[in-house]
Nanobody
Framework: QVQLVESGGGLVQAGGSLRLSCAASGRTFNMGWFRQAPGTEREFVAAIRWISGSAYYVDSVKGRFTIFRDKAENSMYLQMNSLKPEDTAVYYC??????????????????WGQGTQVTVSS
């Protein structure tokens, strides 16, 4: 059983920064971040291919968020800058098979973290 341990959420003012972390046990995966605000569906935020390092972002976070991984630590991070109130959500780390075609789709992942709350005040 793969374990994903998330950390780094919290409360920040608009314009501030947070860094989310996700540590994975076991084998390597493609990894991604999704978020869900109250009353909304889960939304793709960012993903990274473990082997190549290719990164993908939802348009609303491009230029503000950066996803990166540390192969030695088997960990993934999401650096979030210039945060906005609309970024408020529970953020979930996800891990999935290396051969998945579209890692922006939640169906590409079969392991999910417990979620960490990010709250951005105006």
């Amino acid at each position: 059983q793969v374990q994903l341990v998330e950390s780094g959420g919290g409360l920040v003012q608009a314009g501030g920064s947070l860094r989310l972390s996700c540590a994975a046990s076991g084998r390597t995966f493609n990894m991604g971040w999704f978020r869900q605000a109250p009353g909304t569906e889960r939304e793709f935020v960012a993903a990274i291919r473990w082997i190549s390092g290719s990164a993908y972002y939802v348009d609303s976070v491009k230029g503000r968020f950066t996803i990166f991984r540390d192969k030695a630590e088997n960990s993934m991070y999401l650096q979030m800058n210039s945060l906005k109130p609309e970024d408020t959500a529970v953020y979930y780390c996800a891990a999935g098979p290396l051969l998945a075609a579209d890692i922006r789709n939640g169906a590409a992942y079969d392991n999910w973290g417990q979620g960490t709350q990010v709250t951005v005040s105006s």
